[in-house]
């Protein structure tokens, strides 16, 4: 991607581990002080920087075990051709993209915004389809999905609820446990409501930059069917399923996503 944009990643990254253990104190004592006032806004913005700070070791352990695409590879520069200058930045919020040379239509996003694209996303669909999909991870962001389901896999589903211990566990992962924990978070599905708001978010966000939505209705549409030739192969129990299979578990009811979006 861009020079200035991987350098903000690296540093951000870099500062957090070289600080870590001084934030980390200080996050645990910060839970102590808030343990019984779930829900306060000072203990929704501590349980946000503990969760910044896992998505920063997870975003290191991911790039360390996925073949990132170099910043001079086709995947890579197309990918930055289609955020462009509008979508690095958006409502405040620090976006950071990379490639993974992988043939998964797939994409990854963490509640800091950290989004991984996969090679066989980028194969399959149209740049308007791809910024589509990712317009969509963005609304995910936005609206905290992401943040809840990093919550959720270390079970606590109540996200203002920033006590000691919750704290505690949030700092805990590194090594084989993060690994564990990484395994598990990408496996975690949206509900249909979520993918609403995020399709609605996504809607907005391209009009807003003077795209249309058709790419959006296609996306889904293309994915329905997708999920549609899974449920087949799920079912036949020999067949294989399609290269979409990882990212529609995720986010699923596509075809009925794609109609709605007409209306968006």
Not at 51 to 72: C, F, M, Q, R, W
Not at 110 to 139: C, H, K, M, W
Request: aromatic share 8%; net charge neutral; hydrophobic share 45%.
């Amino acid at each position: 991607m861009k020079k200035n944009l991987f350098f903000v990643v690296v540093i951000s990254v870099f500062t957090v581990f070289n600080v870590n253990a001084q934030f980390g104190k200080a996050l645990k004592n910060v839970g102590k002080a808030v343990s019984n006032a779930a829900g306060t806004v000072a203990g929704d913005i501590a349980l946000d920087m503990a969760v910044n700070t896992l998505s920063a070791n997870i975003v290191v352990y991911l790039d360390k075990n996925n073949p990132v695409a170099a910043e001079d590879s086709p995947y890579t520069i197309r990918l930055d051709s289609i955020v462009g200058e509008n979508f690095v930045n958006v409502d405040g919020l620090g976006l950071y993209y990379k490639v993974y040379e992988n043939p998964e239509i797939n994409i990854l996003t963490l509640p800091d915004g950290y989004i991984r694209v996969y090679s066989g996303l980028l194969d399959a669909f149209t740049n308007d389809e791809v910024l589509a999909v990712i317009a969509t991870q963005i609304g995910h962001v936005a609206s905290k999905d992401a943040r809840g389901n990093l919550l959720k896999v270390t079970g606590k589903d109540q996200a203002g609820n920033a006590a000691a211990a919750q704290l505690e566990k949030l700092l805990s992962f590194s090594g084989e446990k993060l690994g564990t924990f990484v395994n598990e978070l990408v496996q975690v599905p949206y509900t249909d409501e979520q993918n609403k708001v995020a399709d609605k978010y996504a809607a907005a966000l391209l009009k807003k930059n003077g795209k249309s939505t058709d790419a959006l209705v296609s996306v889904l549409t293309k994915l329905g069917k997708m999920e549609a030739t899974d449920a087949e192969a799920l079912q036949a129990e020999t067949a294989e399923t399609s290269s979409a299979y990882k990212l529609n578990r995720v986010s699923s009811n596509n075809s009925l996503r794609a109609s709605l979006a007409k209306s968006y």
